[in-house]
T-cell receptor, first 116, second 115 residues
Framework: GAVVSQHPSWVICKSGTSVKIECRSLDFQATTMFWYRQFPKQSLMLMATSNEGSKATYEQGVEKDKFLINHASLTLSTLTVTSAHPEDSSFYIC????????????FGPGTRLTVL | GNSVTQMEGPVTLSEEAFLTINCTYTATGYPSLFWYVQYPGEGLQLLLKATKADDKGSNKGFEATYRKETTSFHLEKGSVQVSDSAVYFCALSVYSGGGADGLTFGKGTHLIIQP
């Protein structure tokens, strides 16, 4: 149980375009979803926290207008990278937490974004 | 703010060797502590956790004890296997209201087990 999927698993786009990444909880209702960014050979950095039906809370230094997060349902959150640039190239990982297990986050497999 | 420091690898051991990966933390409030593992080509998986001081988390032969006095959560395993080769992340989160906050991760330790 507790499976989280991400789509796409990898995407290549041109500079200036927007890219949407989906995060789905497949077998549980995710009241909270988190978005992380991982640079090569570095740790994961929390970007934002989203609760279903509420606006996302962004970490300091993360541009809200560049990284749009929508958590429209209990099983789906989306991250849209707007006007992407090469420095946005990274590995984006989502995690989800249900109503039970207040400490346990289940991670998606990640999405590799490459901006040319 | 919150931070996690863990030994950086790669750490290379022979099969059946004893493993220790050090992890120390600083946190505002009372954190819960976690070890996550990332196998090649896969997503992060929770390996074990401890939510209060002196708790011991254990799973698949791995153990870690929440030491508040030394702000540490070192990961240990008595006899490693080749299949344990992966990247291990120490992490913490602080409980606030409706649940634990997002995780603060260490940089990860790449573990390589040789047959």
């Amino acid at each position: 149980g507790a499976v989280v999927s991400q789509h796409p698993s990898w995407v290549i786009c041109k500079s200036g375009t927007s890219v949407k990444i989906e995060c789905r909880s497949l077998d549980f209702q995710a009241t909270t979803m988190f978005w992380y960014r991982q640079f090569p050979k570095q740790s994961l950095m929390l970007m934002a926290t989203s609760n279903e039906g509420s606006k996302a809370t962004y970490e300091q230094g993360v541009e809200k207008d560049k990284f749009l997060i929508n958590h429209a349902s209990l099983t789906l959150s989306t991250l849209t990278v707007t006007s992407a640039h090469p420095e946005d190239s990274s590995f984006y990982i989502c995690s989800a937490r249900g109503r039970q297990g207040l400490y346990t986050q289940y991670f998606g497999p990640g999405t590799r974004l490459t901006v040319l | 703010g919150n931070s996690v420091t863990q030994m950086e690898g790669p750490v290379t051991l022979s099969e059946e060797a004893f493993l220790t990966i050090n992890c120390t933390y600083t946190a505002t409030g009372y954190p819960s502590l976690f070890w996550y593992v990332q196998y090649p080509g896969e997503g992060l998986q929770l390996l074990l956790k401890a939510t209060k001081a002196d708790d011991k988390g254990s799973n698949k032969g791995f153990e870690a004890t929440y030491r508040k006095e030394t702000t540490s959560f070192h990961l240990e395993k008595g006899s490693v296997q080749v299949s344990d080769s992966a990247v291990y992340f120490c992490a913490l989160s602080v409980y606030s209201g409706g649940g634990a906050d997002g995780l603060t991760f260490g940089k990860g330790t790449h573990l390589i087990i040789q047959p």
